[in-house]
């Protein structure tokens, strides 16, 4: 499994937020979202292949119970199977962060699920291959299904303007019977001005619906730094 970092921090998004946690980031992703904070894990990724026992004897150099799977996108990888198996048997909660285009039959405490919108894709111009490669891969709603109905899970949509907002309605219908306080809207943005410029719309919406508002508390903490 490719990884390109493993690091203690908290969380700063979704239902577990303030939670100290071990990250796992796996490097390599099936989409390339223009506005990923992460391009070392997926639009040029980063790091070596490490076997279950190397990731372990990482994670357990902290004393933590909760570790997050993150990426890149982790499901492209089967080794996540007995890594999950082997963090569950020694008693640690698992977040799985996925775009819920693929399926893995894995074991997980919290599914975290951010399908990705149409306007996620790249520049056509700049990337021609990735945006038609994107758009045709990003949208699964049978996969984000088959995921959230095996699993506790958070829906995370990464909102950039107020037009996505007509788009979550949509999905969520499509997608259909989904608890609204599982569904979190998120400000896209590695910035806190423009976090705080899309909160004084985007917060409204989620109390109007029933939703809850998802701020990225990390940037907040620590700005948008690697490896927290």
Not at 14 to 25: A, C, D, E, N
Not at 82 to 92: D, I, N, S, V
Not at 151 to 159: C, M
């Amino acid at each position: 499994m490719r990884i390109a970092e493993i690091y203690k921090s908290t969380q700063g998004e979704g239902l577990l937020t303030g939670t100290p946690s071990v990250f796992i980031r796996a490097s390599g992703c099936n989409l390339r979202c223009w506005y990923c904070d992460t391009p070392f894990a997926s639009w040029k990724p980063e790091g070596i292949d490490l076997g279950v026992d190397e990731i372990m004897a990482q994670v357990d150099e902290w004393d933590c119970r909760h570790v997050v799977i993150t990426g890149g996108e982790p499901m492209l990888f089967a080794e996540l199977i007995p890594l999950c198996e082997e963090l569950r048997r020694q008693g640690r909660h698992v977040t799985i962060e996925t775009a819920g285009t693929l399926f893995l039959p894995l074991e997980c405490d919290l599914m975290s699920v951010s399908p990705k919108f149409a306007s996620s894709a790249p520049d056509r111009q700049a990337h021609h291959r990735w945006h038609h490669r994107h758009n045709e891969t990003r949208h699964r709603p049978d996969i984000v299904r088959e995921l959230i109905d095996q699993h506790v899970y958070q829906l995370k949509f990464v909102v950039d303007t107020p037009d996505d907002l007509s788009e979550v309605q949509q999905y969520l219908v499509e997608l259909g019977s989904v608890e609204a306080d599982r569904v979190l809207l998120m400000p896209q943005g590695v910035e806190q001005p423009d976090l705080l410029r899309r909160e004084e719309w985007l917060r409204p919406f989620c109390l109007l619906h029933g939703y809850v508002f998802c701020p990225r508390k990390q940037i907040e903490w620590y700005g948008a730094l690697r490896g927290t």
